[in-house]
C-alpha cells in the first residue's frame, strides 16, 4: 500500500505544496510506521527480558524526538526552511496516518496468525477486571453480547487511535519546529502581518494615472511642434 501511494505521489508535480506533504508524509510515515514495528516486534518476541522491556521503553520515549527530526527535516526539504504552526500540525496527523497503516499490517499479522488467541484473552481478562472494579452488571452484560471484536475491528480501531494521538502529539512537537519567513507578512494562523487585499489594485491604477498624466503632456505638445 505504501509504494503505491509513493508511485501515485511521485507522478504529481512536486511544486505544490500540498501534494509534497502528502509525499513527505507517505515517505516518512513509512520511517516512523518502521520503527514502531520494530519495537513492537521486540516486545512481543522478548516479552519476559527485563533489558528489553528498558530498551523497548527507552523505544517509546524517543517517539517524539523521531517525529520532532521527521518534521524538520520536511521543513527543511519541502518547505525551505520555514513552517507554520497549522502546516505542522497537519503534517503530523498524515505522518502518524501512514505510520498507522503500516502498524495496521503488523496489527493484523499479529491478531491473526501469530497469536489467534490474543483478542479473546484480552477481552475475557477485561471483563474480569471490570467485574472486580464493580462495573455494573448490565454494562458487563451488554459487552458481552457484543462478542469479541474481530481483529479488522481492532485494527480500524487502532488505525483511528494512532490518527487522533498524532494530533494531540503534535499539538506539542509543533511550536519546536514552526519558523516563520521573514518575507510571509500574511499569516493568517498567527494573526502577525499585515493583509493588503487591494494593494495590488492600487499600484494599477497609480500605474494607470501616470500613463494618463504622460498621455495628456504628449496631446499638449503636438500642436505646439506643429506650430
Not at 509525499?23 to 527485563?50: E, H, N, P, W
Amino acid at each position: 500500500m505504501y509504494f503505491c501511494v509513493n508511485f501515485i505521489f511521485n507522478m504529481e508535480s512536486e511544486n505544490n505544496t500540498y501534494k509534497l506533504k502528502y509525499k513527505y508524509a507517505a515517505d516518512y510515515g513509512f520511517i516512523l510506521g518502521g520503527y514502531l514495528a520494530v519495537i513492537y516486534f521486540l516486545q512481543y518476541l522478548f516479552r519476559t527480558s527485563a533489558i528489553m522491556n528498558v530498551l523497548t521503553t527507552i523505544g517509546i520515549v524517543c517517539i517524539p524526538l523521531v517525529c520532532f527530526y521527521l518534521t524538520k527535516m520536511y521543513r527543511d526539504k519541502a518547505l525551505h526552511g520555514y513552517i507554520r504552526y497549522i502546516q505542522s500540525w497537519s503534517f503530523g496527523i498524515w505522518l502518524f496516518f501512514f505510520a498507522g497503516l503500516i502498524m495496521s499490517v503488523v496489527y493484523f499479522i499479529h491478531f491473526q496468525f501469530l497469536e489467534p488467541d490474543f483478542i479473546a484473552n484480552t477481552f475475557n481478562q477485561s471483563l474480569i477486571m471490570l467485574e472486580g472494579m464493580n462495573y455494573p452488571k448490565e454494562s458487563l452484560d451488554l459487552l458481552a453480547d457484543n462478542g469479541i471484536p474481530s481483529a479488522i475491528q481492532m485494527v480500524v480501531s487502532y488505525l483511528f487511535a494512532y490518527i487522533v494521538g498524532g494530533a494531540m502529539l503534535f499539538l506539542i512537537i509543533s511550536p519546536f519546529v514552526t519558523k516563520k519567513d521573514p518575507d510571509d507578512n500574511f499569516n493568517i494562523f498567527k494573526g502577525t502581518g499585515t493583509y493588503e487585499p487591494y494593494k495590488e489594485n492600487k499600484d494599477k491604477e497609480d500605474n494607470n494615472d501616470v500613463e494618463e498624466k504622460k498621455d495628456s503632456e504628449n496631446a499638449n505638445d503636438k500642436p505646439e511642434s506643429q506650430s
